[in-house]
């Protein structure tokens, strides 16, 4: 069906919305990455049949939908208009829940979240502290759309923010309407949206393109892919108004190779909006003729930066150039191009569609609207949340993440993944924003956040974030070339308890001139992990070089496990959890550790209900070395 005026496209809408509206019921089934790994495919085909058997497939549609974002609780199911959520969902749930909520009226306790046998828990989404303090823009349609149809998007208003940039605003226009939000990049360093805009249409050239950056290589970090796989059509619908505002017939989805998921759902969107003449020529029956063709990247962390991933499309390897000159004056073929992240573009068309002041209404008012992250870590709820930007980053931590497991604290936290800086506890006040995350030596951009506690060994994680980014780097420019292996090297020596005088004084040296000389964006952040850990975190580095211990007790070569025989009950538990068969007792008498045998894993430590179990450099520190004489 090719949509021919901006009428036969709200006529399409309208349809749509309208035979949502004669349902009983919707029941969505979250088909986001962690759901469908939980098992969530198979649940949307019992969940089809079992209302088929009951006669109610026209009355009660199934469908799949977008990331729920609860991807610990998975597999996750939304019962619309209720709002009604259910998480764990089993097979035995899925004839549980068609029963006795479709049919009987009353929601099944076992599968609510906190529910049970003795808790009723809690039945509408909106109650649950998770999603309490969420503020949904860019993943405003989740549990309400199946990101695999156009006509679910179109229902919640999909492409008449294009139809409204075709038919009543010209390019100017559109370009003043992203100034007026002040949207900024949601990757990198946060460059004005409008920026970048206004220097590609002014740009000289015989033609221009526009580039969707989907390259989440930072461990920790899909914030990109999540918005991606949840919304393909918004991020269609948002470069056709980039195009329409810069002069560009052409763009490219650059999405990284293993992203299978966002992958075919790119392409059969991209299939729908030709069909539906979304894209192509004359779109709506106008004059604006744009396409764009999905590009499957090379699975390198240095993708993400815009020039190498510039020289990707083109077929060249994957090397940053200098960016003296911007890709929105010179880039795809040395031609202008507006290039800019998932979550930048997935802003556009509620901007467009509901105005600059409505946008600026939300969030920072240096940094207007909303920020996607995929907190992870040391915390109760892993998943995705959306807040507004320059929330604290303790409302995060303790509101939609659950704050640390029982009896531990926050000792840290990691944003923008291995490149980002470490932010102390007390300085979780942060405000999710640039500026401030920058005077605190982090960064926002990708939205990857995780939480340590009191249990992690900051040396140790500053190691593994540095030897991802060694790992990773392109090799072009000699600072980020030599000084990361040097870099992991003196972490390596340090964590090992064979740190010479000098060593942290040449860390940090060697940091400085990667973040002062490294040719790209990715090797001067390279150096936040250490920097700010040497700053906020000196101590420990300290504890590590001349005391020769591990004050969280994570190191294997500065730790050595101990039982306290006053506290330990002999239940067994930190037996049984040993890998290594190296805590040795009988039931009800103290226990103890062979330490020749035992890996230092910490198990038995984690299992212990009585605290008994001490790691060397803990607090508890003075009581285990009168053990251990």
Not at 192 to 202: F, G, L, N, T, V
Not at 425 to 438: D, I, K, V
Request: contains cysteine; glycine residues 12%; proline residues 5%.
């Amino acid at each position: 069906m090719k949509l021919l005026s901006l009428q036969d496209l709200e006529s399409r809408a309208e349809a749509s919305r309208e035979w949502i509206r004669g349902r009983k019921a919707v029941i969505s089934v979250c088909m986001g990455s962690g759901c469908i790994s939980a098992g969530s495919e198979a649940l949307l085909d019992l969940f089809r049949r079992a209302i088929a058997d009951e006669g109610l497939s026209e009355q009660v549609p199934v469908m799949g939908s977008g990331c729920l974002g609860f991807c610990g609780k998975g597999p996750v199911i939304l019962v619309r208009p209720e709002g009604v959520l259910y998480c764990g969902v089993d097979e035995a749930g899925v004839s549980r829940i068609v029963k006795e909520h479709i049919v009987g009226g009353k929601p099944v306790a076992k599968y609510l979240y906190g529910g049970g046998a003795k808790d009723a828990g809690i039945a509408l989404m909106d109650e649950i502290p998770f999603y309490k303090g969420q503020k949904l823009l860019v993943l405003a349609g989740r549990g309400c759309m199946d990101p695999e149809s156009i006509d679910s998007y179109m229902a919640a208003d999909g492409y008449s923010a294009l139809g409204k940039a075709l038919s009543a605003m010209s390019p100017d226009l559109i370009i003043d309407a992203i100034k007026e939000s002040g949207l900024r990049g949601r990757g990198g360093r946060g460059f004005h949206a409008w920026m970048k805009w206004e220097s590609c249409r002014m740009a000289a050239g015989p033609e221009k393109f526009v580039v969707c950056n989907c390259d989440d290589g930072a461990p920790g970090a899909y914030a990109g892919r999540t918005v991606l796989e949840n919304s393909p059509h918004a991020v269609i619908e948002a470069m056709a108004i980039g195009a329409r505002a810069v002069g560009a017939s052409m763009g490219f989805i650059y999405v990284r190779t293993e992203y299978d998921l966002a992958v075919g759902r790119v392409e059969k969107a991209l299939a729908q909006a030709r069909e539906y003449g979304l894209l192509g020529r004359g779109i709506l029956g106008t004059g604006f003729d744009f396409d764009i063709r999905a590009v499957h990247g090379e699975s390198a962390f240095i993708c993400g930066e815009s020039t190498a991933l510039i020289a990707s499309i083109e077929g060249r390897p994957a090397e940053p150039r200098h960016d003296q000159v911007h890709s929105s004056e010179k880039g795809l073929w040395g031609r202008p191009t507006l290039l800019s992240n998932v979550e930048t573009w997935a802003n556009v068309p509620p901007i467009i569609r509901n105005g600059a002041a409505w946008f600026r209404s939300v969030g920072s008012p240096s940094c207007p609207g909303t920020k996607v992250l995929t907190p992870g870590g040391r915390i109760r709820n892993l998943g995705v949340v959306e807040v507004p930007t320059g929330t604290p980053l303790s409302e995060i931590v303790f509101g939609p993440c659950g704050g640390p497991g029982p009896g531990r604290r926050i000792k840290a936290v990691q944003a923008c993944g291995p490149a980002g800086g470490l932010i102390p506890e007390r300085m979780l006040g942060t405000g999710l924003a640039y500026e401030s995350l920058e005077e605190a030596g982090a960064m926002m951009c990708t939205g990857g956040l995780i939480v340590f506690d009191d249990r992690t060994c900051i040396v140790e994680t500053v190691r593994s974030s540095i030897e991802f980014m060694s790992e990773e780097c392109c090799g072009k420019c000699s600072p980020c070339r030599e000084g990361l292996p040097r870099m992991l090297a003196l972490l390596e020596s340090i964590c090992r308890g064979r740190a010479r005088a000098g060593d942290l004084e040449f860390l940090e040296e060697i940091a400085w001139t990667l973040k002062d000389a490294s040719f790209c964006g990715l090797g001067k952040s390279a150096a936040n992990p250490v920097l700010s850990s040497l700053k906020c975190f000196r101590d420990e580095y300290v504890a590590h070089a001349d005391e020769k211990r591990c004050p969280a007790g994570v190191c294997p070569e500065l730790t050595r496990f101990v039982i306290d025989p006053e506290k330990c009950s002999g239940c067994g538990l930190c037996r049984k959890a040993c890998p290594a068969g190296a805590v040795a007792g009988a039931p009800k008498e103290a226990h103890s550790i062979k330490e020749e045998i035992c890996v230092k894993c910490g198990a038995c430590r984690d299992a212990c209900r009585k605290e008994a179990v001490f790691a060397s450099g803990t607090a508890a520190f003075p009581v285990q070395r009168q053990l251990l004489r």
